[in-house]
């Protein structure tokens, strides 16, 4: 199979290439596996059974599956496709290399690389908020509770979500306030990402890095104490990686010094953290990234360009992430710097 073709068609139409994808994945294990239940073959391939079951229908309907009590099975056109359909698992695998190789050292279960550098070219920011936008739509099977940080790079992934149905969540965000652009805040990058998901959202009325007693004044409110439940029982979080030296000049002198003095390489959601991922500062009280938020929760990060390669290492070895959305240019540094 020509990887430059599949290449090409990523690049046109990358969604409808994840679900030929999906389909291609099911027909080979029923192939393996048949005669299977959807039931069975969703938990074998750890994905939602309605993801499995419109790719089943899907196929049944082109003449691929026959569907009996006994399960499905592949009929003769569908065992005619499974060669052909191994072939582009194989195109695809080549294809994503790179981001294997990244899984694999980072230790993120699914790393997504756009084309380009955002440093050089802007446009690349537009292709890794639809990719952040497609894959958060998968993170949020089953999930009730999204919990997003601000930022541009987030406001873009929330403009970016497309979806055909409404789904049941409640977006909340993962930060307070701060003195940017009210439209990039996690407050209105929440209500953003509710309106285009179709669910409901809740706004933290909690300014950004004040102090604990602050804090524990302000969590009686019976705005801010929901909001923050909410938060910390997320299924979901989403946040954008910055550099520290970046979003370090916003603070005073001894700030930066101690931040430089401790080798700071990252900053998320007010937490700074080292290349091996130790915190080294914070200015946010509630410090998601240091444990989980009640139950285990789907970690995803947002971050391109070349120069931000140290810092998603550094955002990566702090915690674990079930995504990460990257570009070319970081992609290609992370790997210099890892020995990949």
Do not use: W
């Not at 194989?90 to 230790?107: I, Q, V």
């Not at 409640?170 to 996690?186: D, E, F, H, I, M």
């Not at 990686?241 to 900053?267: S, T």
């Amino acid at each position: 199979m020509d990887t430059s073709i599949l290449g090409t068609l990523f690049d046109i139409a990358p969604d409808l290439m994840e679900e030929i994808e999906l389909r291609t994945l099911v027909l080979e294990r029923v192939a393996a596996l048949g005669p299977i239940g959807r039931r069975a073959l969703a938990q074998r391939l750890c994905l939602p059974e309605r993801e499995v079951r419109s790719a089943a229908d899907a196929l049944r309907a082109s003449g691929c599956i026959n569907q009996s009590a006994a399960g499905m099975e592949l009929t003769e056109r569908g065992r005619g496709l499974v060669e052909t359909s191994r072939a582009v698992s194989r195109g695809r695998r080549s294809l994503s290399s790179m981001e294997l190789a990244l899984s694999h050292k980072l230790g993120v279960e699914r790393v997504c690389v756009v084309h380009g550098d955002a440093d050089t070219d802007e446009s690349v920011l537009s292709e890794a908020a639809e990719a952040a936008a497609r894959q958060v739509r998968f993170l949020l099977q089953d999930a009730h509770v999204l919990a997003v940080s601000g930022g541009r790079m987030l406001r873009m992934t929330a403009e970016a979500v497309s979806l055909a149905a409404p789904l049941d969540v409640t977006v909340v965000p993962a930060q307070g306030g701060g003195n940017g652009a009210v439209a990039v805040q996690a407050n209105a990058v929440a209500e953003e990402f509710a309106g285009r998901l179709g669910g409901q959202y809740r706004l933290l009325h909690l300014p950004e890095g004040v102090s604990a007693q602050a804090m524990e004044e302000l969590s009686r409110v019976p705005q801010v104490r929901e909001a923050l439940e909410l938060l910390h029982h997320a299924d979901v979080l989403l946040y954008s990686v910055n550099r520290a030296d970046v979003q370090a000049r916003m603070l005073g002198a001894a700030e930066r010094e101690a931040l430089e003095k401790g080798g700071a390489v990252a900053e998320a959601l007010g937490v700074y953290v080292d290349a091996e991922g130790g915190i080294v500062g914070s200015r946010a009280q509630l410090a998601l990234l240091t444990h989980d938020t009640g139950r285990h929760v789907r970690a995803a990060a947002v971050s391109v360009g070349r120069s931000c390669a140290e810092a998603i290492i550094g955002v990566c070895a702090h915690r674990r992430h079930r995504l990460l959305v990257t570009d070319e240019g970081a992609a290609l540094r992370m790997m210099e710097l890892l020995r990949v």
